[in-house]
């Protein structure tokens, strides 16, 4: 899942397969189409059609050795509800997983619960010497992921938003919290009302912590660009170790700035 957003413009693709310069084939959606997003087999055919390499898999050795560990372990962890009437029970075995002939009570948890495995999307922010900002994501998703699954990195405001008046965002973390509340667009709109920048991507993430609760092993961070200001704000909740670089033209190398865990009051939303 990939996204890259210039100015109004925005452009994404999802559920890429065998390709790695997918932030490539954004870019390729951003300049030859009309469209904002393209997904699976299709998108894969568009890179190609464009030049753009397509492998016969991306599989390593370590990638097939974890996989077979994984399946070796019952499949676990994986992203299945444990309480939703499956057979078998995903909390012990492999799939593939079927309804129970059984009727199921309706009374099944919906409460926020932490993602098994790691995340690694990188997103970034670029300004050009005439003022005009980019923001990017790139991700190869969830270990363990159900095939097909989706995270923030393909959605507009999810991991990355730009506008060249007003700033950019960009975030990493919870893929799938994050789609459903769009942090990145939440900062957006918070500094385009005229919230100072760290105010804006504070209280975009003590949003998320106030519908989901707190201490329920969320991660997830986002970093923003005040185009009017030059100011950085970044925010990080959860149980981790976050932090971001920048570096301008003034700079021989990045400085890396380590934000500590913001613990956003019960009370703010």
Same mark, same amino acid.
């Given at each position: 899942?990939?996204?890259?957003?210039?100015?109004?413009?925005?452009?994404?693709?999802?559920?890429?397969?065998?390709?790695?310069?997918?932030?490539?084939?954004?870019?390729?959606?951003?300049? !030859?189409?009309?469209?904002?997003?393209?997904? *699976?087999?299709?998108? $894969?055919?568009?890179?190609?059609?464009?030049?753009?390499? &397509? /492998?016969?898999?991306?599989?390593?050795?370590?990638?097939?050795?974890?996989?077979?560990?994984?399946?070796?372990?019952?499949?676990?962890?994986?992203?299945?509800?444990?309480?939703?009437?499956?057979?078998?029970?995903?909390?012990?075995?492999?799939?593939?997983?079927?309804?129970?002939?059984?009727?199921?009570?309706?009374?099944?948890?919906?409460?926020?619960?932490?993602?098994?495995?790691?995340?690694?999307?990188?997103?970034?922010?670029?300004?050009?010497?005439?003022?005009?900002?980019?923001?990017?994501?790139?991700?190869?998703?969830?270990?363990?992921?159900?095939?097909?699954?989706?995270?923030?990195?393909?959605?507009?405001?999810?991991?990355?938003?730009?506008?060249? !008046?007003?700033?950019?965002?960009?975030?990493? *973390?919870?893929?799938? $919290?994050?789609?459903?509340?769009?942090?990145?667009?939440? &900062? /957006?709109?918070?500094?385009?009302?005229?919230?100072?920048?760290?105010?804006?991507?504070?209280?975009?993430?003590?949003?998320?912590?106030?519908?989901?609760?707190?201490?329920?092993?969320?991660?997830?961070?986002?970093?923003?660009?005040?185009?009017?200001?030059?100011?950085?704000?970044?925010?990080?909740?959860?149980?981790?170790?976050?932090?971001?670089?920048?570096?301008?033209?003034?700079?021989?190398?990045?400085?890396?700035?380590?934000?500590?865990?913001?613990?956003?009051?019960?009370?703010?939303?």
């Amino acid at each position: 899942m990939h996204s890259l957003r210039k100015g109004p413009m925005r452009s994404h693709v999802a559920n890429l397969r065998r390709v790695r310069d997918a932030i490539k084939t954004a870019r390729a959606v951003l300049e !030859k189409t009309h469209h904002s997003i393209l997904a *699976g087999e299709e998108a $894969t055919a568009f890179a190609s059609q464009f030049g753009i390499k &397509v /492998y016969d898999t991306l599989a390593t050795d370590e990638s097939k050795r974890e996989s077979q560990e994984w399946k070796s372990n019952n499949c676990q962890p994986n992203f299945w509800k444990k309480d939703a009437g499956l057979v078998p029970d995903p909390a012990t075995h492999c799939g593939p997983y079927h309804n129970h002939k059984v009727s199921v009570s309706k009374s099944h948890s919906n409460q926020y619960q932490s993602q098994p495995g790691g995340h690694d999307t990188i997103s970034m922010i670029a300004v050009d010497g005439k003022n005009s900002i980019v923001a990017g994501s790139s991700t190869n998703g969830l270990k363990y992921k159900i095939p097909g699954r989706v995270g923030d990195a393909a959605v507009p405001g999810g991991s990355a938003y730009a506008d060249s !008046k007003i700033g950019a965002c960009a975030a990493t *973390g919870d893929g799938d $919290t994050h789609l459903r509340f769009l942090p990145c667009f939440h &900062v /957006y709109m918070n500094m385009r009302n005229g919230m100072h920048v760290q105010q804006a991507t504070d209280d975009a993430m003590a949003r998320i912590v106030s519908v989901i609760g707190h201490d329920t092993g969320f991660q997830g961070a986002v970093v923003a660009f005040d185009a009017r200001t030059r100011e950085i704000g970044a925010t990080s909740v959860g149980n981790w170790n976050f932090s971001y670089s920048y570096q301008d033209q003034s700079m021989l190398k990045p400085k890396v700035i380590l934000v500590d865990a913001f613990h956003p009051q019960k009370s703010e939303h």
